[in-house]
């Protein structure tokens, strides 16, 4: 079967740049809070008008509640997450579908936001909920936005089929994929983002360089290969370094624009853990999108 292919966003509005708080919260290795902060400030003065969080950031709804605070300008788009714990570490999976706890979550979040509206909760991670609390977790979430609790919600990463009957039903507004359609995979296309996109979905994708795959650490999986990364995953990353060096570009760059020139995606998700990686990002954004032809390059190497 021939594998599909993501298409160029030449006749589409330019993707825009959500700043993803995972890393500012500290889940990939310590931060300084005031730095954190000041970057959060930061991409709000550069234009970036979205911050999604989540309690399972470490202390990124704290960080971010607080730059809010100071901020004074036009209030962002926020969203965060809900049904995944707080852990202090990415490796920390604590998840609590009962919905009393979800309740309390969301009231939680709400708190250290600083808000008394959610612009947008997601489901997080919607692929552990039990079959049998599904059909409460969904009520849960369809409720919040009735009541004015959320404008809109959505899955925080893809959901499995079981949940497409209520996306056919219109109930759910957005999606937030990672790792299954950037410079090193487009998995996503042979199976969730056609049908969410046919749906009307608004896209959200997430960590453009691949959980840090493409930011060279490639070099390092060669003998500890994470169970959830496959060798030919890492095998394309390295295709595209070769593509990012013969462009005289970096390898970082190279992936968040090539992400920024695809057709299905609404917006792309960044993870700066620091100012500079921030500034770094913003750099990439000005350059545009990639030349057409070098889009094409990549896919026709990783597929």
């Not at 470490?58 to 971010?64: C, K, M």
């Amino acid at each position: 079967m021939k594998k599909r292919k993501p298409g160029y966003r030449e006749n589409k509005y330019p993707v825009s740049m959500v700043l993803g708080a995972a890393g500012l919260g500290g889940v990939w290795g310590e931060v300084d809070p005031e730095e954190s902060i000041a970057t959060i400030l930061y991409a709000l003065e550069n234009g970036i008008d979205r911050i999604d969080t989540a309690p399972a950031y470490s202390r990124s709804e704290e960080f971010v509640g607080k730059a809010l605070r100071r901020w004074k300008g036009a209030k962002p788009f926020l969203s965060t997450k809900v049904g995944r714990l707080k852990g202090e570490s990415a490796e920390d999976s604590i998840n609590n579908y009962d919905v009393s706890v979800m309740r309390e979550s969301v009231a939680r979040s709400m708190e250290l936001l600083g808000r008394e509206k959610l612009d947008l909760l997601f489901l997080h991670e919607a692929e552990k909920v039990p079959l049998a609390q599904i059909p409460a977790v969904v009520d849960f979430m369809v409720q919040l936005k009735k009541q004015g609790d959320a404008e809109r919600i959505g899955f925080g990463g893809m959901p499995p089929p079981v949940y497409f009957k209520y996306i056919r039903k219109g109930l759910f507004d957005v999606v937030m994929g990672y790792n299954n359609l950037d410079a090193c995979c487009i998995d996503g296309m042979d199976t969730d983002i056609p049908f969410l996109f046919q749906q009307d979905m608004v896209i959200y994708q997430g960590s453009p360089l691949h959980m840090g795959l493409l930011g060279n650490s490639y070099t390092l999986l060669a003998s500890q290969r994470p169970d959830w990364l496959p060798q030919r995953v890492i095998e394309n990353a390295r295709m595209a370094n070769s593509l990012a060096e013969q462009s005289d570009m970096p390898l970082t760059s190279l992936a968040h624009r090539f992400m920024m020139s695809i057709y299905e995606i609404d917006f792309m998700v960044i993870g700066a853990k620091n100012m500079l990686e921030l500034k770094s990002t913003l750099k990439d954004y000005e350059t545009g999108q990639l030349d057409e032809k070098l889009f094409n390059r990549i896919i026709e190497q990783i597929i």
